[in-house]
């Protein structure tokens, strides 16, 4: 028996604080995508127990996905809040995380879905966590990555980060035109490709 890949994560953050009354209507915005929801012990997160159907394929394996709602202020240090305020041109006041168990081409393409219909909903962008690069096996240099995505609609935007080990490295996050667009690229990836 293979063992699963990975676990994928993103995030979505947004210009606003997420109100009680907009959390609860997210079940319903998600249901073109989502058949099946329960909360979590938490009260904070919900688990999206079944994928139904994407835009343009179905999901045959029902698999789990987390969403939880994270409160920027203690998810978050203040050095890297102030890059994402910098880079973004706003303050990050609400904060979601999104969660594969796998990390499979469909648990990716699932994620991102789920990613981009909560970035609609709550007006925010998605960010990635870590630099993203297309899955098409093309070696690129980070100049030949920033052009690939400059060529698609919206905007990605590049934050800066230091590593505990004084490594300055970058996070990809887009903006819900630019994911629209690279949902339906062939290269699609949620992250790094291995």
Same mark, same amino acid.
Request: charged content about 25%; some cysteine; aromatic content about 10%.
């Given at each position: 028996?293979?063992?699963?890949?990975?676990?994928?994560?993103?995030?979505? *953050?947004?210009?606003?604080?997420?109100?009680?009354? =907009?959390? =609860?209507?997210?079940? !319903?915005?998600?249901?073109?995508?989502?058949?099946?929801?329960?909360?979590?012990?938490?009260?904070?997160?919900?688990?999206?127990?079944?994928?139904?159907?994407?835009?343009? !394929?179905?999901? #045959?394996?029902?698999?789990?996905?987390?969403?939880?709602?994270?409160?920027?202020?203690?998810?978050?240090?203040?050095?890297?809040?102030?890059?994402?305020?910098? =880079?973004?041109?706003?303050?990050?006041?609400?904060?979601?995380?999104?969660? #594969?168990? =796998?990390?499979?081409?469909?648990?990716? *393409?699932?994620?991102?879905?789920?990613?981009?219909?909560?970035?609609?909903?709550?007006?925010?962008?998605?960010?990635?966590?870590?630099?993203?690069?297309?899955?098409?096996?093309?070696?690129?240099?980070? #100049?030949?990555?920033?052009?690939?995505? #400059?060529?698609?609609?919206?905007?990605?935007?590049?934050?800066?980060?230091?590593?505990?080990?004084?490594?300055?490295?970058?996070?990809?996050?887009?903006?819900?035109?630019?994911?629209?667009?690279?949902?339906?690229?062939?290269?699609?990836?949620?992250?790094?490709?291995?």
């Amino acid at each position: 028996m293979p063992s699963p890949t990975p676990a994928l994560r993103a995030w979505v *953050l947004t210009p606003v604080g997420l109100a009680e009354a =907009e959390r =609860e209507r997210l079940p !319903r915005a998600l249901s073109s995508l989502c058949s099946t929801f329960a909360p979590l012990p938490s009260g904070l997160s919900m688990r999206i127990a079944r994928i139904d159907a994407l835009a343009y !394929r179905p999901f #045959a394996e029902a698999h789990l996905y987390e969403l939880s709602f994270l409160d920027p202020f203690t998810s978050m240090g203040r050095e890297e809040r102030h890059a994402y305020e910098l =880079e973004l041109g706003w303050p990050v006041l609400g904060r979601i995380e999104l969660y #594969a168990q =796998e990390g499979s081409k469909d648990d990716a *393409l699932v994620l991102g879905h789920l990613a981009f219909a909560v970035a609609e909903h709550f007006g925010g962008v998605i960010d990635f966590g870590e630099e993203l690069e297309p899955a098409d096996g093309v070696y690129r240099t980070e #100049a030949q990555t920033a052009a690939f995505f #400059a060529a698609l609609p919206g905007r990605m935007y590049e934050v800066a980060y230091e590593t505990r080990e004084g490594d300055l490295l970058v996070r990809h996050v887009c903006d819900g035109r630019l994911m629209r667009d690279w949902l339906r690229h062939p290269a699609f990836a949620m992250g790094r490709t291995p």
